[in-house]
């Protein structure tokens, strides 16, 4: 890659993207926290789906962390996939098992 970086890609755009994301995330558990409070014990009418979105968004984006630490620690210089299945090298035929 030649030239300067764009700007979504500079060294300090990615964690104030991340802590947006994550802010952006937190908002509705702090919400239901703030409306309990309150005093409003009753759930949204969306309640349901939006708690199933945010822990979606949640686990992914903790998953891809939890990945790509384990690439960093082990130093990994290709992404591959993430189980423990060995790759796979042509067809199977009977004669080789």
Known sequence: ???PLAW????WWQP?????????CLGYPLAAVARRMRGRRGAPV???PARVLVATVLATVLGFLAYFGVLIVAGASVLGPASSAA???GSCSSSSL
């Open 8 to 11: 979504y890609e500079s060294p």
């Open 46 to 48: 969306a309640a349901w």
């Open 87 to 89: 790759p796979y090298h």
């Open 1 to 3: 890659m030649d030239g």
């Open 16 to 24: 104030a993207a991340f802590a947006i994301f994550l802010m952006a």
